[in-house]
């Protein structure tokens, strides 16, 4: 592979780019967090029974839902339960990437950072397919923590090259842009309900052209900010998209986990940006 700052190769099994000094873990986690949003898309348009919605149709409740709530099955809430568990779940899972990164950011520096990104890949492609197959609350939560608890080790790994400092600092940068996207997305609902087709085009592009450089080699640093402006139209797209869906516990949780995805890709997209050596 080569550095993402400046285009030297990096050898299998370097943390490092010898030429800059800029570490390779966290443009790694980044090309393979992009390519499970690319996977959570395909699968939601594919396998989800409301995947598109029409103006008349939007908000409307599929028939046959139990009329008594039931984590097993999925069940109508009012919006503003729909919103709590939503965003509940969402809490949920930052929460517990945070306490992944107290507990193992020291551990995971003796596992080679390989043998961390390959299971988190399978066992997170497993709960995104997992959430958005199942229509049971339960199921649902399950294939959600199957993509936030692996990725907490990753976190916990990048906590160690990068610094808790690094890594604070960029949380804190994605808190500030999620905030103003769902500012914006609520103002301009119907505007970002229509930018999917868009955003998944340019997405695949993006990681097209992260393949190649990944194996002709060049600086990665102007496809990164791309990256990063497509997963900010993400946030604005899955949450107009939450609000639009029937408001289902079920939905909820698979919305809740598509916002998950989009606020994780730009966390680690502006933390590959912002990459350095430690000192």
């Known amino acids: 592979m080569y550095c993402q700052h400046c285009g030297s190769e990096i050898r299998r099994g370097e943390k490092y780019c010898q030429n800059c000094g800029a570490p390779v873990a966290a443009q790694q986690a980044a090309d ?8 959570q898309v395909f699968s939601n348009a594919a396998f989800s029974s409301d995947a598109v919605f029409s103006s008349d149709a939007a ?3 599929p028939s046959d839902l139990s009329e008594n709530p039931s984590l097993t099955q999925d069940f109508a809430v009012s919006e503003e339960k729909y919103n709590l568990i939503l965003g509940g779940t969402l809490l949920w899972g930052f929460l517990m990437n945070v306490v992944f990164c107290i507990a193992f950011s020291r551990v995971v520096t003796q596992i080679d950072f390989s043998l961390i990104l390959i299971p988190y890949v399978v066992l ?6 997992l959430n958005t197959l199942s229509h ?16 907490g080790l990753v976190l916990s790994a ?8 690094a890594v604070r600092e ?9 905030a103003g996207m769902l500012l914006l997305s609520n103002w301009k609902p119907q505007l970002f309900s229509r930018m999917g087709p868009c955003l998944l085009g340019a997405l ?7 393949v190649v450089t990944y194996f002709l080699g060049g600086g990665l640093v102007l496809t990164n900010a791309l990256v990063a402006l497509i997963f900010c139209g993400y946030i604005g797209y899955d949450w107009a998209r939450a609000q639009q869906r029937p408001k289902t516990a079920d939905n909820a949780i698979d919305s809740a986990c598509a916002l998950y995805l989009d606020i994780i890709n730009l966390l680690l997209r502006v933390l590959a940006s912002r990459s350095r050596k430690r000192d």
């Open 158 to 165: 990048l906590v160690a090259e990068e610094g808790a400092d």
């Open 170 to 178: 960029t949380f804190q940068i994605t808190a500030a842009v999620a």
């Open 204 to 210: 695949l592009v993006a990681l097209a052209a992260e």
């Open 59 to 61: 908000g409307a409740l």
């Open 136 to 151: 049971r609350p339960v199921w649902s939560f399950v294939g959600y923590n199957l993509v936030v608890l692996p990725l």
């Open 124 to 129: 997170a492609l497993a709960g995104v397919l």
């Open 32 to 39: 393979a967090a992009g390519a499970l949003k690319a996977a």
